[in-house]
Structure formats: C-alpha cells, structure tokens
C-alpha cells in the first residue's frame, strides 16, 4: 500500500512558477513508478509527467515539455513537479499517483493523492 499527500499548490499570475511536491508513505514506494495528472474542471483527468522507480527515465506531455520537471527522492519518499512559465491552461487540480509502472494512462495508475489545486490567471 502506498498512501500519497499532495502540496504546494496555489495561486500564481502567468509565467510564474509553482513547485509542487507529493509526499509518499509505505515501503513500497521506492520501488514504484509515479507521475503527476491533472484535471481542469469539468475536464478529464489527463497526463503531465511520469517517472521511473530509479528516477532515471521520465516522460512528459508535449502541453508542458520544457517547462515542468519531474523528479523523485526516494530517501525522503518524496516527489517533485517544478511547474515554470506557468499558463492560465495549467489551471487544473494536480493529482500524484503510483503504480507499478510508468503510465500515460490514469488507468495504469493503482494509487492516488486527493488532488491540489494549481490556479494560473493572465
């Protein structure tokens, strides 16, 4: 079982930045791939960023390639979303999740946070 709380989100004018951060419990963690979604309201969930176990291998949607970075500690059972040149479309609630492997898919996905709300106005 692995139990995920998100932080960091809020408010912010386009083209700042916001780093979001996702705080992991049970042993297995470190051994999970993980990733960011998002949802904008009335939207579907949808993809922004995953990570392997090990951190060495990412991947990202094209909407936010170059901006976002995506990384793990797994001595701190934490992940990281640093959000840059933020836009108004990037307004969205930003969920964390875990799984056994990296995935686009929010199916693929066995574990979730409850979501933080990142909000970007013009």
């Known amino acids: 079982q692995v139990q995920l709380v998100e932080s960091g989100g809020g408010s912010v004018q386009a083209g700042g930045s916001l780093r979001l951060s996702c705080a992991a419990s049970?042993?297995?963690?470190?051994?999970?791939?993980a990733g960011w979604f998002r949802q904008p309201s009335g939207k579907e969930r949808e993809f922004v960023a995953d990570?392997?176990?090990?951190?060495?291998?990412?991947d990202y949607a094209d909407s936010v390639k170059g901006r976002f970075t995506i990384s793990r500690d797994n001595v701190k059972n934490t992940m990281f979303l640093q959000m840059n040149s933020l836009k108004p479309e990037d307004t969205a609630v930003y969920y964390c999740?875990?799984?056994?492997?990296?995935?686009?898919?929010?199916?693929?996905?066995?574990?979730w946070g409850k979501g933080t709300l990142v909000t970007v106005s013009s």
């Open positions: 999740a875990a799984g056994l492997r990296p995935s686009r898919d929010p199916g693929g996905m066995d574990y």
């Open positions: 049970g042993r297995t963690f470190k051994s999970s791939a």
């Open positions: 990570i392997s176990w090990s951190g060495g291998s990412t």
